[in-house]
């Protein structure tokens, strides 16, 4: 069974920094793109980040550029998102997803909320 | 930048009824287009992707077509009560592999 676990969420104040983390089970990690993606309070999904297989790959989404890094470590199963400057309009769950794969997220975690507030 | 733009915003409709939700794209994305169902509380679920393949799991009920590369459409044949959630549409550039989300329509119980 695929399994995508998030941790790492919490409350931090404006220009805080917080690290995000996804363990996986179920499928090979190293063989997948991974994607984190977000989702503030009553708004749609919101890609962030995604990695190429072996971590030499990464691109973001506009807002965040220069502000967070995606990395991977493939021996434990591991999917990080390293944030910091942190403005309120970071605050959303953020989720780990497989993928892309071609198109598509095939697997999503449950999310862990990041809240960033004075 | 290519915009997805989802209607109708919220469609009220009965168990049993057909639903039909369109996403369209600013400019032709091929079929490289994705379909999400998401529940209160819960992550995204991958419903369709490359516009009309059903993912693993996915009940026959759910179907996705296109045309032009830009007009899409997922139909629910006759809703269920779980089918009460809110889609998403989805699609992916090229290169880089940035992806994007439509606005959303939420299928509520009339």
């Known amino acids: 069974e695929v399994q995508l676990v998030e941790s790492g969420g919490g409350l931090v104040q404006p220009g805080g920094s917080l690290r995000l983390s996804c363990t996986v089970s179920?499928?090979?990690?190293?063989?997948?793109?991974m994607s984190w993606v977000r989702q503030a309070p009553g708004r749609g999904p919101e890609w962030v980040a995604n990695?190429?297989?072996?971590?030499?790959?990464?691109y973001y989404v506009d807002s965040v550029e220069g502000r967070f890094t995606i990395s991977r470590d493939n021996a434990k199963n591991s999917l990080y998102l390293q944030m910091s400057s942190l403005r309120a309009e970071d605050t959303a769950v953020y989720y780990c997803a497989r993928g892309p794969s071609g198109n598509r997220l095939e697997y999503w975690g449950q999310g862990t909320l990041v809240t960033v507030s004075s | 930048e290519i915009v997805l733009t989802q209607s109708p915003a919220t469609l009220s409709l009965s168990p049993g009824e057909r639903a039909s939700l369109s996403c369209r794209a600013s400019?032709?994305?091929?079929?490289?287009l994705a379909w999400y169902q998401q529940q209160p509380g819960q992550a995204p679920r991958l419903l369709i992707y490359?516009?009309?393949?059903r993912a693993t799991g996915i009940p026959a009920r759910f179907s996705g077509s296109g045309s032009g590369g830009t007009d899409f459409t997922l139909t629910i044949s006759s809703l269920e009560p779980e089918d009460f959630a809110v889609y998403y549409c989805?699609?992916?550039?090229?290169?880089?592999?940035?992806?994007?989300f439509g606005g959303g329509t939420n299928i509520e119980i009339k």
């Open positions: 490359d516009a009309s393949t």
């Open positions: 179920g499928f090979t990690f190293i063989s997948y793109w």
């Open positions: 990695i190429k297989q072996d971590g030499s790959e990464t």
């Open positions: 400019q032709s994305v091929g079929t490289y």
């Open positions: 989805q699609r992916r550039d090229s290169w880089p592999p940035r992806l994007t």
